[in-house]
Every structure is written in C-alpha cells, then in structure tokens.
C-alpha cells in the first residue's frame, strides 16, 4: 500500500514498531475535504497492491484492521482503538 504522509514528514518507510507508529505520526489521514473546525475528518488517498487507487475516509486504514501490516494477526493487534 502506497500513502499520503504528512508534508513535513521525511518518512519513506511506514514502520509500526517506531515511536508510537508511523501509522500514527506520518501518515496523512485526512488530508482532502477537511472540515475547518473538525479534527479528523476528510480522507486521504491510497494506492493498493491490487493495482487500484482508493480514496479512504480518516482512519479507515488503520480500523479496524490497520493495512499497513503485513500479517493478518498483526492487522488487529497493530489497529488503533477508537
């Protein structure tokens, strides 16, 4: 899965076990359609391995099953809690 991370990130790699997550502090979850006074809001685009590009609401990648892990048991054990 290929991801919009945040501007002033120097990130390359998503790497779930570094600080709180890259998941977390890197990603760009809601960059489009934001609603001024609504934190979390909006959604970002996403390119997947099945050769489609998604539009994906905040946080849908990450609950709740976080796709940025490679395992299914790591999916849930890595999902954030809402």
């Not at 359609?33 to 998604?54: E, I, K, L, T, Y």
Request: hydrophobic fraction near 35%; charged fraction near 20%; include cysteine.
């Amino acid at each position: 899965m290929f991801g919009e991370k945040k501007n002033e990130s120097a990130q390359y790699f998503v790497d779930l076990d570094q600080g709180v997550g890259n998941d977390m502090d890197q990603i760009e979850q809601g960059c489009h359609s934001v609603v001024q006074r609504r934190r979390n809001s909006g959604g970002s685009n996403f390119a997947v391995a099945d050769g489609g590009a998604r539009y994906m609401r905040y946080g849908a990648t990450v609950w709740p099953e976080n796709m940025w892990a490679v395992s299914a048991s790591n999916r849930l054990i890595y999902a954030w809690k809402p």
